[in-house]
């Protein structure tokens, strides 16, 4: 059975780090591609993230470049998403989603098959 598991959420101020961390089980790992994605309140889910199987290729949206990083260890089958410079636009739920098929990276939530619960970050002004 797939699950993903986020962790590493929480309230800081805007200008403050933040690292989240994701932990998938039931599948192999290193195989996939991983996504982060965030939905704030009244908002849809929005690609924020995403890095390839080796970890080599990563890709950002526009908003967070510069000031969020994608990482993976495949030996320990965990995806982060280091967050600097928070802004209090960056409030949102974050969902960590694994790609639905191999060698396939994309930024639209409908080509990830397998959703953690999310882990809430708020940034105050």
């Known amino acids: 059975q797939v699950q993903l598991v986020e962790s590493g959420g929480g309230l800081v101020q805007a200008g403050a780090p933040l690292r989240l961390s994701c932990a998938p089980s039931?599948?192999?790992?290193?195989?996939?591609?991983m996504g982060w994605f965030c939905q704030a309140p009244g908002k849809e889910r929005e690609f924020v993230a995403a890095?390839?199987?080796?970890?080599?290729?990563?890709f950002y949206a526009d908003s967070v470049k510069g000031r969020f990083t994608i990482s993976r260890d495949n030996a320990k089958n965990t995806v982060y998403l280091q967050m600097n410079s928070l802004k209090p636009e960056d409030t949102a739920v974050y969902y960590c989603?694994?790609?639905?098929?191999?060698?396939?990276?994309?930024?639209?939530?409908?080509?990830?098959?397998?959703w953690g619960q999310g882990t809430q970050v708020t940034v105050s002004s």
């Open positions: 039931g599948y192999t790992f290193r195989s996939y591609t």
């Open positions: 890095i390839a199987w080796r970890g080599v290729s990563t």
């Open positions: 989603a694994k790609v639905r098929a191999i060698v396939v990276t994309t930024r639209e939530p409908t080509g990830y098959d397998y």
